[in-house]
DNA sequence: TAGATTGTTAATCGATTAACAATC
DNA sequence: TAGATTGTTAATCGATTAACAATC
């Protein structure tokens, strides 16, 4: 029994598809072609079926793919079906903002503590959280078992902290800090750099 | 005389090169092998030689790249030898979070106009930027002659605020709403959405 | 039934990796 | 010179697209 192994980029667009599915529920339709969800995502027919496809036959021939139940699917298969608690680090502008950021609770997403090394900040509020001071960063990340990190502290604090919650049992970090960050393989990483994503277009936007 | 196109994920990558021969630079190195250089950024030396070598022939056998002169080389290739100014749509906590970063500036991007409906933000300021009426935004951007926006609205305003930014001469879009924006094909667009990260994270952080 | 659309296979396309002659 | 490392070509790998039989 050899379990075929799914592409990361497939993963990364699964989440895609689910949003655009919610989208669609909300606006009451029921059932959707691969065809038209394709149009909706800006991408193409045949690669939704295929990357569905991976994990079993969801639609069916002639209408097309039940809505609800392919949420529900996709939910399952992404492990949303739960709440993750994060733990964030930074309470900077940036840290703070994505605390009290509104999509993540509307999505399973439960930000438990915020940490900070300011002493100025340690102890105020941020909605119902409380600045907790970095040092009790792995204690705390130990306490409540959580898996999934948040970096917003400046660049050159970022690679110490990430080790420091690894340690702490953290599984799966998201970084907004400036730099690469090196990982154990068995840690999953994201990196959010507006900056990096502004030069990219910018190379396209050159013939001025 | 045809002109090889250069594959959009090779762009993708050279401002992650920049970020890190700047670091380097930083660090007092002179030169760097293509091999040390794939180490510190998680890749191969083989795809970093293949990448460059798009553009030209910047490393020297037996030494390998001199960082200030590779550093210029991209910053050219990216079109960075210039200020890039930018409108942001949407001042609420991200966007004035965004309107503050340090690193904008930094990396020559200078926040410009900022706008939004709230009559009670509109005539307030964020560090030496005063809010405008989203009214204005057509007006404001076609005077500045601004080619970037950042859209840091709600979800169901997004396309309509994206559409009035195209027919402003917008070319460029950084995308902060949860939603899958349908745009002209002459109009460059990057996606930032935490959730989605986080949730292609969970599908492989599920094993708990 | 006839039309539509899936799931899947095979063909194509493109990107990554390996290897090595050139050369600093 | 000998060792190191580039730039580039060819081989490999993987992802996307096209096509179509199956079937709702």
Redesign the interface.
Known sequence: MTKEVVPDIV??R???Y???LN?MAKEGLHTVSSGVLAE???TTAAQIRKDLSYFGGFGKQGSGYPIYSLIEALQE????DRI?Q?AVVGAG??G???T??Q??PR?G?EIKLLFDVDPKLVGTKVGPITIQHVDYLEKEIRHHDI??G?LAVPAEYAQKIADRMVKAGI??I?NYA???L?LPETV?A?H?D?????????????E?
Not at 77 to 80: A, K, R, S, V
């Open positions: 993963i990364a699964l989440p895609r689910l949003q655009c989208l909706r995502l800006g298969i992404l492990n949303l993750w994060v502008d940036l703070r903002a994505l009290r950021y999509g993540f999505r997403i898996k999934i948040v599984e799966g998201l400036p730099v690469s090196i999953h994201q959010i507006p900056v990096l994503q502004l030069q990219t277009m910018m190379y396209y936007l050159g001025d």
